[in-house]
């Protein structure tokens, strides 16, 4: 017996009527949905307009292609997929995705038990949007997304060993710039507490 979940009834109601090309639908949709995928954007492309653009793109993607999305999995998650997409092609197209092709072994992980939990999520979050464009690709498909090497590679027609050399030097400028971070909040509090 296969235990299924039952999309709900509002949800599978909008998924069709934005297969009737339904403007009011498509409306609700985008309003639903924009600002977690302008986020979702946003990570990939640093320009406020051109991730309002790409995430334009994608929803236009979305509303061409709704057909294809066959109900199994999450729709949220089916329009994410459709939106990185959106967000590597723009990479791709603009020429601002540097990846660096010499291949070092990135077998090594950095050590991150110096790194304290006080830092918020939305610094981490700036941090990250920080990083250099291939870095920062790299570091949101696996660490983010959930990707595997392969799959970046494939997606991004690049050597395996390149995402793994990317994903390990992302994580090591991230380290860099949380200890830097955490130097400078000691100091203020050090200069608080001899007041």
């Known amino acids: 017996m296969k235990l299924r979940i039952r999309k709900s009834t509002k949800e599978t109601d909008l998924i069709n009527a934005c297969r009737r090309q339904s403007a009011r ?4 949709l985008y309003e ?11 990570r990939y492309v640093r320009g406020d307009q051109e991730a309002e653009d790409v995430m334009i793109h994608g929803f236009m ?6 057909d294809h999305y066959e109900g199994r999995g999450s729709f949220e998650g ?3 997929r459709i939106m990185i997409n959106e967000a ?4 791709r197209r603009n020429k601002s995705m540097y990846i660096e092709t010499d291949i070092e072994k990135a077998d090594r992980e950095p050590d991150y038990q110096s790194v304290s939990d006080s830092l ?18 790299v570091f949101n498909l696996y660490a ?5 090497h392969k799959e970046i590679a494939a997606m991004l027609g690049i050597n395996e060993n390149t995402s793994k050399s990317q994903l390990s030097r992302a994580r090591a400028w991230l380290k860099k710039k949380i200890l830097e971070s955490e130097r400078v909040m000691t100091q203020q509090n050090k200069r608080k507490d001899e007041k």
Do not use: N
């Open 78 to 80: 089916w329009m994410k």
């Open 144 to 148: 983010i997304e959930g990707y595997s």
């Open 25 to 28: 639908a498509q409306q609700v």
């Open 32 to 42: 639903k949905y924009a600002p977690v995928m302008l986020a979702l954007c946003r």
């Open 88 to 91: 590597l092609g723009w990479l």
């Open 61 to 66: 993607t979305v509303f061409a292609k709704i």
């Open 120 to 137: 918020e999520v939305q610094d981490l979050m700036k941090m990250i949007a920080g990083l250099p464009v291939g870095y920062r690709t």
